[in-house]
């Protein structure tokens, strides 16, 4: 179910499908959520059609501003909150306002997205507001060595925050090594480690990197790095990092395979290794999720395609309960009944 090209009846799909999205309204992907303030919130992407074709580099996502979904409880009915960023409002900015995430501070509200500059390089920036749901104001620059697409900001028990990003094809991150931008440098050959998603520490301002970005790895089960070839277990994009029972979890989309996987390590730089699936393929070709506690319980948010019957860049958030085993796996779970 991964293509809009087959033939689906979507109003079967729908009854079969585990959830419905969150708002129908807009059309709205790429969901971060949070709890902040006994409350929840979802930071997606807006989708629209920008009237751009279809090509490999994800030109046809061609969205422009960022509006923030709240729900009082995890049963309540959501809201869509207005716009919260717009990118004529970003001077460094020029189009296609991907995956964002935001977190808190103090008092204060830090709002983190992708875009691409005027000559086509994404970086990601920042922007600051007094209220989870926004007005957020852009800070001039992009943040200084960012680059690639897809931040997840995560706060670590001892309070430091840390900025996980990148993905391949669309996302540009074959094309650098070691932070440095090449247009001919491409993936690795599939018998050599896949490109790792990116991580830097923020400062204590959360405007900036404090660290030079690293890249980190996700091994097998016998401690080698996963493959470029190995497309079903491999990085592509959409990371997300979330803490269970002491052990992180770096969870992240494959892709091509379309499978939303995870893998665990005992630090927030890793190494992590690769535990399994979380989701299986959604209707759609893109998929990206979060992961989030309320209360005792946790949630998946993800979407997908049902709503504009396939529309692979008109997408809808939706979520789910998450379930561990007593060993912490994660339960995979299928977006659609058999
Ligand atoms: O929404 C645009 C892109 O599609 C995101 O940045 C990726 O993660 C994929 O969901």
Redo the contacts with the bound molecule.
Sequence with gaps: MSDNDHNVDYNELKAKAIAQPLVEHIYT??PSAHVFDGKIYVYP?H?IDAGIPFNDN?DH?G?EDYHVISLDNPEADAVDNGVALHVKDVPWAER?M??PDAAKKGDKYYFYF?AKRADGIFQIGVAVGDSPVGPFIPQPEAIKGSYS??PAVFEDDDGSYYMYFG?IW??QLQNYRDNQYDANTDEPAADQPALGPIVARLTDDMLEFDETPREIKILDEQGNELLAGDNDRRFF??SWMHKYQGKYYFSY?TGDTHFLCYATGDNPYGPFTYQGQILTPVEGW???HSICQYENKWYLFY?DSILSQGVT?L?SVKMTELHYDKNGKIIPINPYKD
Excluded: V
């Design positions: 992907a790429d992407s989708d994800g996502f969205m296609q991907w995956a992708p697409i897809d993905g669309g996302g994009e959409a989309s893109t998929t990206h979407h860049h997408r």
